[in-house]
């Protein structure tokens, strides 16, 4: 029996939902309905009573649940003894990242962390992939979430996100087609990263289609790029969490070839990391202590 799908029917059963459920656990409702079922299956009953207001454990469900809460407890135990051996009652974890990944990633990853050890600090510092690269040198962060792929072997790297590129395009009176052409975006002026690795993405993409931008400005915050965007002074291509939130008015489309950047978190190569940081990495990844079930 998977403890994870006793946790997440506990969960349920708490908030009297699915999706409220898998906003607190921080996975998707497909997930949370995917456990309950494996666990009806395995069990041959049905523990909940789903309907128009909610989901309630069923007279079966209410019994099932008192040893589900045994069990969790059992767990928690279990896990507290096992974080003692690896050292998980104290540290520290450092974090530096880009700031879009700081803003719209790491807070939920980093509240789930601090839930599960409250005890381990954690630091986040906002900075550029380059800075971020030096202050991984420097040993001043354990880790740092950058674009991948990146050209220097001192560090580990492993994907932990995708982010597609988007056009913002002004507020127009005419309709705008659903999917774009190259000869429709160069009909615009744009508005870029002023020295950006997006910059050099964008560029180089739009390149290989045998095209160029116009550039009517160089700014260097994406929010700047996005009030621009909102005020008709142009158009714009930013990952899409770089131009989060989106005011009301400019249009969104994807690129006519799509274009992705990839996230990663990176650390140094051949440095024996603490317990700590190896607990957080794991978060970031998906496995160990964090592993989806």
Known sequence: MNVEHLRILRMVVDQGSFSTAALKLDISQSAVSRAIASLENELGVSLLTRGRFGAYPTLIG?????HVDTILQAREHLDH????????QGGRVRIASFRSA??????PKIA?????FPDIEVSLTEADPIS??????EGRVDMGLVPLPRSSEDFDTWEIARDEFVVLLPP???PIPEKLTWSELSTYSFILYNYAECTSAVRNHWAQW??????????????????LVAQGLGAAILPRLA???IPAGITVRSLPVPLERVIGVATVTNVLQPPAVFAFLDLLRGTGLFASH
């Open 102 to 107: 700081a803003t719209h990633l790491l807070p």
């Open 210 to 227: 045998g095209q160029a931008p116009k550039v009517a400005y160089e700014v260097k915050e994406d929010s700047t790029i996005v009030s």
């Open 112 to 116: 789930r962390f601090c839930q599960r």
């Open 81 to 88: 003894e096992v974080n003692l051996a690896k050292g998980l």
């Open 132 to 137: 971020i690269e030096q202050a991984l040198r």
């Open 172 to 174: 127009s009176p005419q």
């Open 62 to 66: 209410e019994r099932v649940l008192r």
């Open 243 to 245: 131009a989060l939130p």
